[in-house]
């Protein structure tokens, strides 16, 4: 089963269990509750358009915003140029449920990750000491730019 969606301005066929990147989204704790549904398809292929029974429900699984985008105006001959940066801000949601028409699907619960064991510090801790090397890098030296003598043109006789 699976339904289309519309978040930010934008069109997305979701399932139980994808996970989607949207525009910024409100959440209630840590969940999402899509109104605007625009269509339902049932598990025999039927493709249906919900009026008000339908529902589709997400949970936030990250918040950020993405790589950076640069835009760049240019106007030739004019001496006219600008450059601005631009990183857009998105929700990942995973989605956990679609009902219609009396029907539910859910998606498979993810298995909970144990936190990892803190390792318990020594009171006592001993400094650690790298070794260096016996060979230090070199430091490279600035170059002196050649410069090349321009011979004097002869003067002219009158």
Known sequence: MYAVIRAGGK???????????????????????FSDILAVSAGNG???VPSSGARVVGQVVEQGRAKKILVFHYKR???YKKLRGHRQGFTAVRITE??????????PELPKKEPKPVKAAHVEAEPTVKA??????????AVAKKTVAKKAAPKKKK
């Open 77 to 79: 001959k004019k001496q």
């Open 98 to 107: 679609i009902a219609y028409d009396g029907q539910s699907f859910k998606a």
């Open 46 to 48: 039927q493709i249906g």
């Open 132 to 141: 260096k090397s016996s060979k230090a890098p070199a430091k490279k030296k």
């Open 11 to 33: 069109q997305y066929r979701v399932a139980p269990g994808d996970v989607v990147r949207l525009e910024n989204q409100s959440d209630e704790n840590g969940n999402v509750e």
